[in-house]
């Protein structure tokens, strides 16, 4: 128990040494690249900047998906005349229902639908259920399992959007993760103002090219005749445009988009260019409707609605519509970042100036200063020698303690902070354990080697059971917890792990080196 | 002062009868937890955004705060100014406002009080800005819970296998009756109870289980060394032999938390004054609480296997 072999004595001294080497990396920037230079991060409560917690809007994802297979199911039923009186997305039920006007048609329209819903890639079961009643209606399900897969989609592609578009603002080391099944958390180091930012993710941008219906009346009240839809004017929401529903062109087919001034008019204008598929699709369509107008629209709300002049057959083209330098690169931006597959919201914000962040830092620093040097003179006045041992191994399980935090580049939070100090204090349980045992042990007449040595075996059961509940409560605390308090959580459970090395190794190592040297008749315990 | 010990704590032998007062500490201790728990109900928590969703936004203006300024800057934008309160220095103000209707609004709100300061109070500084939805902040005090719960279970569990049952009913009831008091001294001293608070009363947990193992390690090993002793006697020798350590550790979290409470700033200090409340509740029902519930629940069953005959079979049959 109280003899150690060189090489044990060379491994817990290795151990520590290895501890204030992981902690050199946060002293000063790496010198070289190929360095594993791995630090402490300072959370977002101290060096300030924004936290911002997305959600996906997992409803309008249904929906989408719902009413582009309703338009697929019209355009499937009109080459075969099965008419219908009723044809309708659900999203709240997750179906779709199509009530034929001819019950006779049934078979012919399930034939038709089909095909439609037929199982794609390699999962094997259809998107769609399909039932249908002998009165002509037919209903199709969304499934659970195919909603899933499209809702773990919608949020790993709003991940990359939301990456893209931040990097577009040149925010310095944003880090965007998934939370649950539908959140994302942005976190923005640096940015106290994330006004910005929110502004980007505020706005799908999907943007889309539809034909005007130039005989509908849509200012007069009436309801839109059946394929159109009225939209508002994106500077004029009380003007409204009837447009074809059809979608002529979509916005996932840009390769690029530049906000730039036009050189007649001195506007502003947001310029774009088409991958192949969509300048195809762009010229067919512009070179079929010479003349007649089409609107380009963004999130539901017209941008413009030009007249077509000429066919536009290059895949290049502009928009302009009342922009000013910003919205115009705004605009550039989403564009090119590409279309969310669904609205985001914000549910949870904090935003931290970096001058609360340094008053926190020089609060954490000073309690962290005081409570260290009144927990040493607290172990020097009432456990002397023993004390003071205990306090090397105080000093040894803070570097320890950012050593590892180091090596896992865990965040340093104000409640971190606030856990390495209760740390400390229960740090130096272990000690007083075993000093109060050895103490006890002398007095029971042991001498000084058959002492220490019971004192250590007995103190370290308890320490064991003692530590092994506190580490349980944090485990859960750091499971559950969010934010700051997952950094507490990480401090003390890295801290509890080592004060029990501490405790069990460098201690007695010490205790053993001092007791071999001196061989004292009695222990100043 | 490098070599013996300046001071003991407590002088080593001593044979206090701590379950003399076993009546009297459940009693007070009874008392005190059903207080909480009403003041839990009435007047209730003082509850942060985290868990009644809302806004909370930390200013700082150039000069001392002008208050009728900021007030009328606020109705101006339609947004209620009650919420407008001293912070800190006197430079800095709190702006504190309720839950919003929707998540859309609490964004909107924000931009609406950022605006409204900045035009009329030119160089005013956003030091903080916190808002919560009302759906984040219901998951956030759900999770709140179940770490909490879990944490119980977790600790009840592992107590019950490294020593008996009564030992673990012991501790959790100890433990459920620390944390009502906490939390009725949260509703008393109406520090904002946030997600700060919870890792506070977790730590409460695991250093009050903590300490209760420590006196019920002593009782296991004294059970099998003095196999006739009483369990009275028992118990009351073993919270002397370990009352050192107990007061000991005791000061030196206590000591690790001051500073906290008095230099940590804001945010952290309300963290820190619940910790040293509950370092000494923790350390006061190890002694009084835990130990008589022990005493209660061990009485016929926690005896000596073997020495006895009969009770030691009554244990056997009635341990899980």
């Not at chain 1, 090397?392 to 865990?410: E, R, Y």
């Amino acid at each position: 128990m109280m003899y150690f072999t060189p090489l044990k004595t060379a491994v817990i001294l290795g151990l520590c040494l290895l501890g204030a080497i992981l902690c050199i990396p946060n002293l000063f920037p790496a010198p070289a690249t190929w360095l594993p230079w791995r630090q402490v991060h300072l959370g977002l409560d101290l060096r300030g900047g924004s936290y911002l917690l997305l959600e996906v809007d997992m409803k309008s994802v249904t929906r989408e998906r719902l009413e582009s297979m309703v338009d697929g199911i019209r355009q499937a039923l009109r080459p075969g005349a099965i008419f219908y009186q009723q044809l309708e997305a659900q999203p709240d039920q997750k179906r779709i229902l199509l009530r034929l006007r001819d019950a006779t048609k049934l078979d012919a329209a399930q034939a038709v639908i089909r095909p439609l819903i037929s199982p794609e890639g390699p999962t094997n079961t259809p998107e769609f259920q399909m039932t249908s009643s002998p009165d002509g209606t037919i209903v199709l399900t969304l499934s659970q399992v195919a909603l899933n897969a499209r809702a773990l989609g919608a949020v790993q592609q709003s991940i990359e959007i939301v990456r893209r578009r931040i990097d577009e603002t040149g925010v310095v080391d944003p880090q965007i993760t998934q939370q649950g099944d539908s959140r994302i958390v942005v976190q923005l180091p640096g940015v106290s103002d994330p006004n910005r930012v929110k502004e980007l993710l505020g706005k799908t941008a999907h943007m889309t090219f539809q034909l005007v219906d130039e005989q509908a009346n849509p200012n007069g009240g009436g309801l839109p005749p059946p394929g159109d839809e009225f939209l508002p004017m994106q500077d004029n929401p009380a003007e409204k445009i009837a447009v074809r529903k059809r979608v002529d062109v979509d916005g996932g087919d840009l390769t690029d988009a530049r906000a730039a001034t036009n050189q007649q008019t001195g506007q502003w204008v947001v310029t774009f260019a088409f991958n192949s598929l969509g300048a195809r699709r762009f010229g067919d369509v512009t070179r079929a409707n010479v003349n007649h107008r089409f609107a380009i629209v963004l999130d539901g709300k017209v941008i413009s609605a030009p007249v077509i002049r000429e066919p536009i057959t290059g895949g290049r083209g502009e928009i302009s519509g009342n922009f000013n330098a910003t919205t115009a690169t705004d605009l550039s931006v989403l564009l090119r970042a590409g279309a969310l597959p669904a609205p985001l919201t914000v549910v949870e914000e904090r935003s931290v100036g970096p001058e609360l962040g340094a008053d926190s830092i020089r609060a954490g620093a000073i309690s962290l200063a005081v409570g260290f040097l009144l927990v040493i003179g607290f172990m020097a006045t009432f456990y002397g020698l023993f004390g003071w041992f205990a306090n090397v191994c105080l000093l040894v399980n803070l570097v320890l303690m950012l050593g590892i935090m180091s090596l896992l580049q865990a965040t340093l939070t104000l409640p971190g902070m606030a856990g390495i100090l209760l740390t400390l204090g229960m740090a130096v349980d272990a000690n007083i354990l075993i000093n109060e045992r050895i103490r006890e042990e002398q007095r029971l007449g042991r001498p000084p080697l058959s002492a220490l040595e019971h004192g250590f075996t007995r103190a370290y059961n308890t320490i064991f059971d003692s530590n092994a509940t506190a580490f349980l409560a944090h485990v859960m605390l750091f499971v559950f917890g969010s934010g700051p308090v997952k950094g507490f959580a990480v401090t003390i459970t890295v801290g509890i792990a080592t004060s029990l090395f501490t405790a069990w190794m460098l201690t007695r190592l010490l205790v053993s080196r001092w007791y071999a040297a001196r061989r004292p008749q009695l222990l100043p315990v | 002062m490098f070599m013996r010990p300046t001071f003991r704590l407590v002088r080593d032998g001593t044979k206090i009868e701590f379950m003399r007062g076993r009546y009297m500490g459940l009693i007070v201790s009874a008392i005190l937890s059903a207080a909480s728990v009403i003041l839990f109900f009435y007047p209730g928590l003082n509850e942060g955004i985290d868990f009644s969703g809302g806004i909370v936004m930390e200013v700082r203006t150039p000069g001392p705060a002008d208050f009728a300024r900021i007030r009328s800057s606020l109705i101006s934008e339609n947004i209620p100014e009650q919420g407008v309160q001293r912070f800190g220095d006197e430079s800095e103000v709190l702006i504190r406002l309720g839950q919003q209707p929707t998540e859309g609004a609490v964004q909107q709100t924000v931009d609406r009080v950022r605006t409204a300061l900045e035009k009329s109070i030119p160089g005013v500084k956003l030091l903080r800005t916190d808002a919560v939805g009302a759906s984040v902040s219901a998951e956030l005090f759900r999770n709140g819970l179940y770490a909490l719960g879990i944490s119980l279970a977790m600790i009840m569990v592992y107590i019950w296998f490294r020593f008996e049952w009564q030992f673990a009913v012991g501790a959790v009831v100890t433990l459920v009756l620390d944390i009502t008091k906490a939390i009725g001294f949260l509703a008393i001293t109406r520090i904002e109870f946030d997600l700060v608070m919870v890792a506070a009363i977790l730590t409460i947990l695991g250093y009050s289980t903590n300490d209760k193992v420590v006196v019920y390690d002593r009782v296991r090993e004294n059970l099998r060394k003095y196999k006739t002793m009483p369990l009275r006697e028992l118990i009351d020798l073993s919270i002397n032999e370990t009352l050192n350590r107990t007061l000991g550790t005791s000061m030196t979290v206590f000591l690790a938390s001051l500073p906290l409470a008095l230099f940590g700033g804001q945010s952290i200090s309300g963290f820190a004054w619940v910790m040293l409340f509950g370092i000494i509740v923790g350390t006061s029902s190890s002694i009084f609480i835990a130990a008589p519930i022990l005493l209660f629940l061990g009485e016929h069953r926690l005896r000596r296997e073997g020495a006895q005959a009969a009770p030691a079979k009554l244990g056997a049959t009635t341990r899980p």
